[in-house]
């Protein structure tokens, strides 16, 4: 038989109805919570406003909702679902020939739909409000000034020290195995754009504490002649390789497109892509992992007058959020150490929930 299009549409408005109201008391309670979070941490920083702790929490909120979005629709599910199990509604439609795969369909299609759009239109901008809110929280929270860009025209550093000294450092290509850039230069500034000195370098390497720059040519506008070559000069640091290494865009503060050819740059520069691939794939298994959870939440909603009522409901919805919350840190932590490929970790929360989904159904519709 054909769909039918009147129940397509009613069920299509109680599943939106319903994850909509689900989705924004999520979101507000995280919200409050955020908030809340970031009072506490700025008690100790007087001259943080309370307008600026809630502009920060506003920041990272797109980023969150993104997150709960899963949750969302599987408590959705389940209400609208309960809902109308509750008032016969799908057991008419059950008696008027239409399976338990046809009434589940809009809702499918609907969450594939809200996947799709969060990832390509609405994930820019919260990776791009997440970005501006960790520059927020680095700057003033954790008073924060060293920073790090990888780009296309090679790699800039920026570091500070106690004296108020800002150094500016580029190198053509840096060797993460022993800490060697090459073809370097370094800027000097004081008082934001007053130049103390400059100092072009064939080679620098990191050590403890300090750049070892050879065959280098220094620069001082105080000093006749300006230029002077120097065999060797040390300059001291306090950056090391693993917090150059951690001060790479983190992958929530990136969009969905801009990811692949960050990846790239990463992997011709020779450092590790895997928590960026992991993240990338995991976006493109959003969609499919929101229709798994409508499957999911099939099982603990359709049946629900022979097992047990609201009681069981909720337990299990709870109970299913939890696993699937523990199931993906698992699988992204085997990911990001290489233990299993990070394609098959992204996607893996979304085949095991459409397994267990599918079978359930099967057992309890058509067993």
């Known amino acids: ?41 700025g008690s100790s920083h007087p001259e943080i406003g309370m307008g600026l702790l809630i502009k920060m929490a506003a920041l990272q909120l797109p980023y969150t909702a993104q997150q709960v979005t899963p949750f969302a629709v599987l408590f959705g599910s389940i209400f609208a679902l309960s809902r109308m199990t509750r008032s016969q509604e799908l057991i008419v439609a059950r008696a008027a020939g239409v399976s338990v795969w046809q009434f589940l369909t809009p809702s499918i299609t609907i969450a594939f739909l809200i996947g799709a759009v969060g990832v390509m239109l609405f994930n820019p901008l919260a990776s791009s409000m997440q970005a501006t809110f960790k520059q927020m929280e680095a700057r003033l929270l954790k008073g924060q000034a060293d920073s790090l860009l990888l780009s296309p025209s090679g790699l800039w550093l920026r570091q500070s020290d106690s004296t108020g000294t800002q150094a500016v450092i580029h190198a053509q290509h840096l060797n993460p195995n022993d800490m060697t850039a090459d073809g370097v230069t370094l800027y000097f500034f004081r008082d934001g754009d007053r130049m103390l000195r400059r100092i072009d370098g064939k080679s620098a390497v990191l050590d403890d504490g300090h750049w070892q720059v050879t065959d280098a040519w220094e620069w001082r506008p105080e000093r006749k002649p300006e230029s002077q070559h120097l065999a060797q000069v040390t300059v001291a640091t306090n950056l090391t390789p693993r917090k150059i290494e951690d001060s790479f865009a983190t992958p929530d503060t990136m969009s969905f497109w801009a990811l692949p050819g960050f990846i790239d740059l990463l992997e011709k520069s020779g450092f590790s892509a895997q928590r960026h691939k992991l993240y990338l794939y995991s976006l493109l298994a959003r969609p499919f992992l929101l229709c798994a959870m409508v499957l999911i939440a099939a099982i603990f909603s359709l049946r629900m007058q022979r097992r047990g009522g609201t009681t069981t409901m909720v337990v299990g919805g709870v109970a299913a959020g939890f696993l699937l919350y523990f199931l993906t840190d698992v699988v992204f932590a085997l990911g990001l150490s290489s233990t299993i490929p990070v394609a098959l970790a992204a996607w893996t929360p979304f085949g095991i929930s459409t397994l267990l989904g599918v079978t359930l159904l099967l057992h309890l519709e058509d067993g």
């Open 1 to 41: 038989m054909s769909f039918p299009t009147t129940l397509y549409g009613y069920i299509s408005r109680q599943f939106l109805v319903w994850f909509t109201g689900t989705f924004v008391m999520i979101v507000l309670l995280i919200f409050v919570g955020n908030l809340i979070e970031l009072l506490r941490r």
